[in-house]
């Protein structure tokens, strides 16, 4: 008695108060996910029974990927802004520029305890510590990166207009070739020592860390 029954395996529900064009997800420290809303420049927090909670400042701007940051926040890219803002666990929103931001969209926690960001507009991938100091890394064939995750070799990789790249905590970069026919890779995550991405049109593509791909 008093114990919720279990939902039955695949049960989708469907929650939209307060979500104006999500786009990016992650869990946060709290136990909770946590998202951005592009439309009305916030972002959302919903616990694991469905509760939803908006947050509001007048620097975040079209926000778009967001990550959990080894300082216990959550991170987030201001496309509209070219800034990234923190925001903590209780609500409270910081923001970060730099003239290096540039398109800001892609953002991962790195091996290194830092924060790693796509810049779209001039084809860099920046660093910026938990403090707030900006790094950028430029290179040879990196050309309007968008995702990026921690990879599980210790570095961190993008998708890259078609392609994948790596890039070393110590900023070395290098470019994966893909065998397979070019088109813009978006979501990429990490799997069990490999990375998965998943480009259109209607394909999966595996690399694994040495690299060689799969599609």
């Known amino acids: ?19 104006d064009d999500p ?13 951005t809303n592009q439309l009305n420049d916030s972002v959302g927090r919903i616990t694991p029974a469905g509760v939803i909670s908006n947050f509001t400042d007048p620097t975040i701007s079209a926000p778009s990927m967001i990550t959990a940051g080894p300082d216990g926040n959550l ?13 903590t666990p209780a609500g409270v929103v910081s923001n970060f520029t730099d003239p290096i ?17 796509t810049n779209v507009s001039n084809s860099s991938i920046g660093r ?3 403090t707030g100091t900006f790094s950028s890394f430029g290179g040879t064939g ?11 070799d210790g570095n961190i990789w993008f998708s890259n207009n078609g392609a994948m790249g790596r890039i070393a905590p110590t900023g070395a970069v290098a470019i994966v070739s893909d065998p397979a026919p070019p088109g813009p890779i978006q979501p990429i995550t ?3 020592a490999r990375h998965l991405a ?9 690399a694994t860390t040495q690299p060689d791909f799969t599609t």
Request: charge should be positive; charged fraction near 5%.
């Open 75 to 87: 991170w987030f890219t201001n496309v509209g802004s070219n800034s990234l803002g923190r925001i």
């Open 190 to 192: 990490a799997g069990p």
């Open 101 to 117: 931001l540039a398109g800001p969209t892609g953002i991962a926690a790195g091996p290194d305890g830092n924060l790693w960001f």
């Open 23 to 35: 786009f990016g997800i992650a869990s946060g420290p709290d136990g909770n996910l946590w998202f």
């Open 142 to 152: 990196i050309s309007f990166p968008t995702a990026i995750v921690a990879g599980p």
């Open 128 to 130: 910026v510590t938990p």
């Open 1 to 19: 008695a008093g114990v919720a029954a279990a939902a039955p395996v695949g049960a989708v529900q469907n929650f939209g108060l307060g979500i």
């Open 198 to 206: 998943a480009p259109p049109p209607h394909a999966l593509r595996r």
